[in-house]
């Protein structure tokens, strides 16, 4: 029996390892085929158990054809990260340990490595040591959580207990951010009851930063209402980070929340040579990271920190009797300081993840994706393409002759097969948006992918013209 466990995990183990190998050398997207996925996986539910061993087989045999290679080092779309060895091995762990992270009691070991790995984080990423952190599926749900505790804070200094009362009655609470925000803010908006029309936007620089005068004159009209203001470190299409320092001193001089959503570029801090494009993070009131993006963890991993730590678990908890250790919002549990309740133990891929790399580790990978962003740039600008952002950090707008056949070049690139990369709209042209973010990724891999891009546009034109 013991025999036949360790077959059926060392047999999964082994995919996992022969997917990463195998990556490398097929298409980065299968370009699957949907109905025979369909039938792969389908069929009528069974009456009957089937062997474990068969199940396992019958899953690898189905998945294969519709497996992407975003752990490989060629794929540049969305903002996706990789997974690294260690902390791939340890979320292996916390599926096989099956361990709920919700409180101390159900896992002692899982709350014990959340709260150094959210240290550790704290530290990399210059968030105040007695900020509050809640290990989450995502940015959008750490940007969910920034607003909810905001939503607490500017209410109850309007002199309302949203928690008791609820929002119908509520004075009208402004989010104020930028007009290039990510879109889940939008959506943490609508959950949270603000809706859309709550959001105020703020014109941005021309490299998609929030503009910081714009944001006084928009504060100034808003003067006398509860608001809360959404920094973004990190466009998600141009890497800009909002000027965090002058924006949060703005923000505080009108009693505002600050959030900042920085899923991949507060990781900016972790590095000497891009910690100042995130400076005066330190002064805000909430931020949301990932770490299944820029720090390479397995999906889905993010974290909500709030400097407030008790207005963070009086926001997020619950309590009820059959629950050991909850109510005490001194001593907050996990669970407290999430919008979960029972939760997957991330803590363990995280703490081996920075364990893995170590502090120098995570500033080196950082900077790599930069210096590799760059090159990206450099390598499609020198073969004709033109370059539409500043690349300070990882991310890299460009268009191959005319933008508005950008979206066939996009998909004509993806069926090539050598890399993967995705289209955007960004200040009224449709670019080609590459994100680099996967600790694998080689300068090999960079000049084989500029060169694919370009060959693919060249051969556009050349049927084309
Ligand atoms: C990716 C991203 C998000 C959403 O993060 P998830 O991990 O998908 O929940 C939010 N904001 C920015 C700037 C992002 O890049």
Redesign the pocket.
């Known amino acids: 029996m013991d025999d036949d466990l360790d077959q059926l995990f060392l047999r999964a183990a082994s995919e996992s390892a022969h997917h990463r190998t195998r990556v490398d050398e097929l298409p980065v997207h299968p370009s699957p085929d949907r109905s025979a996925l369909d039938a792969a996986f389908g069929g009528p539910l069974l009456t009957g158990p089937t062997d474990s061993q068969r199940v396992v087989e019958d899953l690898i045999a189905a998945a294969r054809p519709g497996l992407v290679g975003t752990v490989g080092p060629r794929f540049f779309g969305?903002?996706i990260g990789g997974a690294s060895p260690a902390a791939t091995a340890a979320d292996m762990l916390a599926a096989g340990w099956d361990q709920c992270a919700y409180n101390e009691v159900l896992s002692p070991a899982a709350a014990a490595a959340e709260r150094a790995a959210g240290g550790w984080v704290k530290e990399l990423l210059g968030i105040p040591g007695q900020a509050s952190v809640g290990f989450v599926?995502?940015?959008?749900?750490?940007?969910t959580v920034g607003l909810a505790v905001g939503r607490q804070r500017v209410l109850a200094d309007a002199g309302w207990d949203v928690a008791l009362d609820g929002l119908c009655a509520a004075p009208r609470v402004a989010i104020v951010a930028s007009e290039e925000r990510?879109a889940?803010i939008d959506r943490a908006a609508r959950l949270l009851g603000f809706g859309t029309r709550s959001i105020e936007p703020v014109a941005a620089t021309t490299q998609g930063a929030i503009d910081v005068d714009a944001l006084r004159a928009k504060l100034d009209e808003l003067r006398g209402r509860p608001v809360i203001v959404c920094l973004?470190a990190?466009?998600?299409n141009t890497g800009a980070c909002d000027d965090l320092r002058a924006a949060t001193e703005l923000a505080h001089d009108h009693a505002a929340w600050v959030h900042v959503?920085?899923?991949?570029?507060l990781w900016a801090a972790a590095s000497a040579r891009t910690a100042h494009l995130v400076d005066g993070l330190e002064l805000a009131d909430s931020w949301?990271t990932?770490a299944?993006?820029w720090l390479n963890v397995p999906y889905?991993c993010?974290l909500a920190f709030c400097a407030d730590a008790s207005l963070h678990a009086a926001t997020m908890s619950y309590a009820a009797a059959y629950l050991t250790g909850s109510g005490a919002l001194s001593d907050p549990v996990l669970g407290d300081l999430t919008p979960e309740s029972s939760r997957r133990a991330r803590g363990f891929a995280v703490w081996a993840a920075l364990r893995e790399l170590g502090r120098d580790g995570v500033a080196e990978l950082v900077d790599r994706c930069c210096a590799l962003a760059r090159r990206m740039a450099l390598r499609l600008e020198t073969g004709g393409a033109t370059v539409h952002n500043d690349v300070v950090l990882n991310q890299v707008l460009v268009s191959v002759g005319d933008p508005a056949r950008t979206d066939e070049l996009v998909g004509a690139v993806q069926q090539e097969g050598t890399c993967w990369v995705g289209g955007t709209t960004w200040r009224g042209r449709r670019l080609i948006r590459i994100s680099v973010s996967n600790a694998t990724t080689t300068e090999g891999d960079i000049d084989a992918s500029a060169d694919a891009i370009l060959a693919v546009a060249a051969s556009m034109a050349a049927a084309n013209p």
């Open positions: 969305f903002v599926t995502g940015a959008q749900a750490a940007n990510h889940t973004q990190g466009n998600v959503d920085g899923a991949f570029g949301g990932d299944h993006k889905d993010g």
